[in-house]
């Protein structure tokens, strides 16, 4: 079993910063990718970005690109959602999830609040 645990949501104003952990432990053997996703109220999840176990490879949702980076600390087992210059649509319950594939995603986190004011 693999555990994932988010944290660093918050309340920040447009413009502002803010950087999201997700701390995998337990058998992680056969997960080749962690992914950030967000679910807003009344909205389906929406992919924000995803990275090879390694670290190498990282891809972006569209509405991120050039405002997120994520990356990774493979001694400590987390990765990280650097968000910058932060807008109101960002609001949402960001999740870690964990798999074999960028398609697949057998493991989740519960949730980190990101709720940005205009």
């Known amino acids: 079993q693999v555990q994932l645990v988010e944290s660093g949501g918050g309340l920040v104003q447009a413009g502002g910063s803010l950087r999201l952990s997700c701390t995998t432990s337990?058998?992680?053997?056969?997960?080749?990718?962690v992914g950030w996703f967000r679910q807003a109220p009344g909205k389906e999840r929406e992919f924000v970005a995803a990275?090879?176990?390694?670290?190498?490879?990282?891809y972006y949702g569209d509405s991120v690109l050039g405002r997120f980076t994520m990356s990774r600390d493979n001694a400590k087992n987390t990765t990280y959602l650097q968000m910058n210059s932060l807008k109101p649509e960002d609001t949402a319950v960001y999740y870690c999830?964990?798999?074999?594939?960028?398609?697949?995603?057998?493991?989740w986190g519960q949730g980190t609040q990101v709720t940005v004011s205009s």
């Open positions: 999830g964990a798999g074999p594939s960028r398609t697949r995603y057998d493991y």
């Open positions: 337990g058998r992680t053997f056969g997960i080749n990718v």
């Open positions: 990275m090879g176990w390694s670290g190498v490879m990282t």
